[in-house]
Nanobody, 124 residues
Framework: QVQLVESGGGLVQAGGSLRLSCAASGRTFRSYAMGWFRQAPGKEREFVAAISGTGATKYYADSVRGRFTISRDNAKNTVYLQMNSLSPEDTAVYYC?????????????????WGQGTQVTVSS
């Protein structure tokens, strides 16, 4: 059974940084792409970043490119999202997700497993 557990969220001032982690279990981690998505109050869930199983391919939403970095440590079965230069517009619940294949995707519909989410709040 696949389990994804996010951590690292919290309250930070604008301009600050946070690093989210997502620990995966239940199957061979390196074989599956991972993604980060977020959902702000009253808004739909949106894509943030994705990474292939090998880590060679990464995608970013335009709104976070240059500020956020996705990475993974296949030895630790963990994917990370380093978030710098945070703004109040980044406030949301952040979810990690896993596909059933190694290729990354920007579409939430193509992810099969989801974590419970971690709250990120950026104060102005």
């Amino acid at each position: 059974q696949v389990q994804l557990v996010e951590s690292g969220g919290g309250l930070v001032q604008a301009g600050g940084s946070l690093r989210l982690s997502c620990a995966a279990s239940g199957r061979t981690f390196r074989s599956y792409a991972m993604g980060w998505f977020r959902q702000a109050p009253g808004k739909e869930r949106e894509f943030v970043a994705a990474i292939s199983g090998t880590g060679a391919t990464k995608y970013y939403a335009d709104s976070v490119r240059g500020r956020f970095t996705i990475s993974r440590d296949n030895a630790k079965n963990t994917v990370y999202l380093q978030m710098n230069s945070l703004s109040p517009e980044d406030t949301a619940v952040y979810y990690c997700a896993q596909r059933d294949i190694i290729v990354a995707s920007v579409s939430s519909r193509e992810y099969d497993y989801w974590g419970q989410g971690t709250q990120v709040t950026v104060s102005s």
